[in-house]
């Protein structure tokens, strides 16, 4: 499996938001989101080869109960699999972040699943553009994921007109439960967060969905490996 990095920090986003954690990122991903904050591993791919054997043990060398596998898309990686047997197995608390247009029988103890709305198409005309379009919804794929293990799914939000989408969304996968949407502002400063979050934190509570800090962006700024 091919990985960008290996770190320890806490959990930014949704239910353990705040927690300490390890994190597996791993490189590629099936789309391209123009406001992607780790285009290392997207846009611009990077990282070893590595077995999935040689990461559990540097995992393993953290004290942490939690470890996040996220990426890119965790779930293109076909190792990704033992790899979360294994850390279940030892005792670890193991979050998976994805797309969800993938399907792998992962162990998790939570699907963190984040849909992408319209508002993550790429800005400029290209092959990547169109395959994003395509790619980047597949509730099938999310239904599945939502029955395989406890689940909550993230939107990014850049702009009011994005809630419209999320709710189609969320009618168009009934066994979606409000309580488990997350809405999260979308920006890479602790500034552009705050200034969203003024209108969003309301829209949330109005519509029953949840709001997500970013605390990493809050506390760390965009830095790689936080």
């Known amino acids: ?9 806490i959990q930014g986003e949704g ?11 791993t490189t590629g991903c099936n789309l391209r989101c123009w406001f992607c904050d780790t ?16 990461v559990l043990r540097e995992v393993l060398q953290f004290e942490s109960p939690h470890v996040v596998l996220t990426g890119g898309e965790p779930l293109l990686q076909p190792e990704i699999v033992p790899l979360s047997e294994a850390l279940r197995q030892a005792g670890r608390i193991v979050t998976i972040e994805t797309a969800g247009t993938v399907f792998r029988p992962v162990a998790a103890d939570l699907m963190s699943i984040s849909p992408k ?16 379009e395509r790619d980047r919804l597949r509730p099938d794929v999310v239904s599945r994921l939502i029955a395989a293990a406890p689940y909550q799914l993230k939107f990014v939000i ?11 969304y969320v009618r168009g996968v009934p066994q979606i439960a409000a309580d488990r949407v997350w809405l999260m502002p979308q920006g890479v ?15 949330a509570q109005q519509l029953g969905f949840r709001l997500s800090p970013r605390r990493h962006i809050e506390l760390f700024g965009h830095t790689r490996g936080t």
């Open 1 to 9: 499996m091919r990985i960008a990095e290996v770190f320890h920090s």
């Open 15 to 25: 239910e353990f938001s705040g927690t300490p954690s390890v994190f597996v990122r």
């Open 39 to 54: 285009p290392y591993t997207s846009w611009q791919p990077e990282g070893p080869r590595r077995d999935w054997r040689d």
């Open 117 to 132: 709305l319209s508002n993550s198409m790429p800005r400029e005309a290209s092959r990547w553009r169109d395959r994003h």
């Open 158 to 168: 850049d702009a009011p007109t994005d809630l419209d989408e999320v709710v189609e």
């Open 189 to 203: 400063t602790a500034a552009d967060l705050a200034s969203r979050t003024e209108w969003l934190a309301p829209a």
